[in-house]
């Protein structure tokens, strides 16, 4: 197995969002100088870290190197070969030509290029929080696609209108609730009977990831953004509250993408037949109409605020 999804490592003297922020939480839990005084208005206008972080990122790439260059190397490089394994992993959970894909965290469209030449009438519709990648990810898709800049939870779509949710690495960088947050959209988004397959980090299978993170720590060098890691108690529970069932659960390791063709990554090595993920993959299935007539699901979801307006 020869593929690599490795996360982006942050050049030497990065500073990130996150960094700074993390910097003000370790300092003092508010922000107390005389001249930025702790208002409600104050904190209203911060931006989720995944936005600064995000972006800074997204724009240094692009200030040092060519356009495309920049692009896969934001998002950990071997663009067109890890699109190709996103793309045969979701038809093996029985994503049609016809079908309508949301794809959340789309980065700069590395599975929505892969889907052109497959979907008839299906498409894509498309979000991430950095605008340079929105604009690099519709390039050459049909114009019936739809791409959406967002700064928070947000799933810009309709109701009922998805037979699948895509989340490739996205809750690996997010805090548990807002991993949640999402999860609650997709529920909305994503028809009954629907799948939402997501990515996540886990101890046994990424220890690397953990073990570098920690060494940026230790070195006080500031990190990316960031590298959250997933139990399985959480993902059981938070099926069981979304009224979810989990269909499968794959390892980082498991080579259960089953290959048509061979792919090639950036350095020229190839995989055929099966592959590994390299992130762990969890596919649930959206039960939400058996549920709600069970009463089992949690009205606190929809009575609280939605970031999506009346959907
Ligand atoms: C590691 S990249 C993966 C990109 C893409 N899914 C892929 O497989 O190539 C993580 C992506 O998630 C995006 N992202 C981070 N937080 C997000 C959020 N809250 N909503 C939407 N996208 C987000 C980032 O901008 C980035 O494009």
């Not at 197995?1 to 996150?18: C, D, I, L, N, Y």
């Not at 972006?55 to 490089?77: H, K, Q």
């Not at 990316?224 to 390892?251: C, K, P, Y």
Request: aromatic share 12%.
């Amino acid at each position: 197995m020869t593929m690599s999804f490795r996360e982006v490592v942050h050049p030497a003297g990065w500073q990130s969002g996150h960094a700074a922020a993390c910097k003000a939480v370790y300092a003092g839990s508010i922000p107390t100088s005389a001249s930025k005084p702790w208002s409600p208005i104050h904190m209203a206008t911060k931006s989720f870290h995944f936005v600064d972080d995000y972006r800074e990122l997204v724009r240094d790439m692009i200030a040092r190197y060519p356009l495309a260059e920049a692009m896969s190397r934001a998002v950990g490089g071997h663009l067109t070969a890890v699109g190709q394994i996103e793309k045969r992993l979701l038809i093996g959970y029985g994503l049609k030509p016809e079908h309508t894909l949301v794809d959340v965290g789309c980065g700069p469209g590395r599975l929505a290029k892969q889907l052109i030449g497959y979907f008839t009438s299906g498409r894509v519709l498309a979000t991430d929080v950095v605008p340079e990648f929105v604009d690099y990810a519709r390039i050459g898709c049909p114009a019936n696609w739809q791409f959406a800049v967002v700064e928070d939870t947000r799933i810009p779509f309709a109701k009922d209108e998805a037979d699948f949710a895509s989340f490739f690495s996205v809750f690996t960088h997010l805090l548990y609730e807002e991993s949640f947050s999402y999860l609650i959209e997709a529920r909305r988004v994503v028809k009954p009977g629907g799948f939402i397959v997501f990515s996540f980090l886990e101890f046994e299978h990424n220890w690397q990831i953990f073990k570098d993170t920690v060494k940026a720590v230790r070195q006080r060098r500031p990190i990316v953004h960031l590298n959250m890691f997933i139990g399985r108690d959480a993902i059981e529970q938070w099926a069981r509250r979304l009224g979810m069932s989990i269909i499968d659960i794959r390892t980082a390791s498991d080579p259960f993408v089953e290959l048509v063709e061979p792919v090639i990554y950036d350095d020229g090595k190839r995989s055929e037949d099966k592959v590994a993920f390299e992130q762990s993959v969890c596919v649930l299935r959206n039960d939400k109409v058996q549920h709600e007539r069970r009463v089992l699901w949690d009205s606190f979801w929809e009575s609280s605020p939605s970031p999506t307006d009346s959907q």
